[in-house]
């Protein structure tokens, strides 16, 4: 299924830099929503969207910053990172934040950073 | 407190075997949902299947089972005739309801690696 695509697929960065994750939902779903999936650790939600407006920020710090400019598309900008944040990003959407209980969030490949 | 157990870091199982991966959950919510995903070594996440805390009947898809034992708070995947592109993370998580604040939020569990064998 190539419902939810994320660009790039690896990024190597140094600690000074400055790059965007891209994610991109071809669904036509109204949430969408950032996940770190660090190695042994549960996945862990950073931010929420529903139709563009952010209602969830999970105490991420400021040098992650997500930007939602429209219901499909899904950014988040990176500048100053940590090696700690070498991990893989995770980008989702679903149908919307409230309705059925069964609605799954579908995923997309990742995008694996690696911070030297 | 963990929301979502998963107490198997890895897991072998034959090619054609079943094999049931453990997931237990805590929660105060009367209606929740509850998910398994299978992550390939490409890193999708690809959701396999779904249990409502309502439903009477266990969730079935396809090769896929959910032994849903409500009292217990477990939720164990069964796969039934296991094959090599079984092998894969598989993660447990947990939609809330109300009580936690709504909204389509999902706590994952750590995962199993299972392995499939020839």
């Known amino acids: 299924e190539t419902g939810v695509t994320q660009t790039p697929r690896h990024l190597v960065m140094g600690m000074t830099n400055k790059k965007s994750l891209k994610c991109e939902q071809h669904?036509?779903?109204?949430?969408m929503y950032w996940y770190k999936q660090s190695a042994k650790k549960p996945l862990e939600l950073m931010f929420v969207?529903?139709?563009?407006?952010?209602?969830e920020n999970n105490s991420v710090p400021s040098r992650f910053s997500p930007e939602c400019p429209n219901s499909s598309h899904l950014f988040l900008h990176l500048h100053t990172l940590q090696p700690e944040d070498s991990a893989l990003y995770l980008c989702?959407?679903?149908?919307?934040?409230?309705?059925?209980?069964?609605?799954?969030?579908?995923f997309g490949d990742g995008t694996r950073l690696s911070i030297l | 407190a963990q929301k979502i157990t998963q107490t198997q870091p890895g897991m072998f199982v034959q090619e054609k075997e079943a094999v049931t991966l453990d997931c237990t959950y805590d929660?105060?919510?009367?209606?929740?949902?509850l998910f398994w995903y299978k992550q390939p070594s490409s890193g999708e996440m690809i959701f396999l299947i779904y249990?409502?805390?309502?439903?009477?009947q266990n969730a079935t898809e396809g090769r896929y089972s959910l032994n849903f034992q409500k009292a217990r708070k477990s939720a164990n995947l069964v796969i039934s005739a296991s094959q090599l592109g079984d092998s894969a993370m598989y993660f447990c998580?947990?939609?809330?309801?109300?009580?936690?604040?709504?909204?389509?939020?999902?706590?994952f569990g750590t995962g199993t690696q299972l392995k499939v064998e020839l």
């Open positions: 249990q409502g805390s309502y439903d009477e």
């Open positions: 669904l036509g779903h109204n949430a």
């Open positions: 969207y529903s139709l563009e407006e952010r209602v």
């Open positions: 989702a959407s679903s149908q919307s934040l409230q309705g059925a209980f069964n609605q799954p969030q579908h």
């Open positions: 998580a947990m939609r809330e309801g109300i009580l936690t604040g709504g909204g389509n939020k999902l706590t």
């Open positions: 929660t105060s919510d009367q209606s929740y949902g």
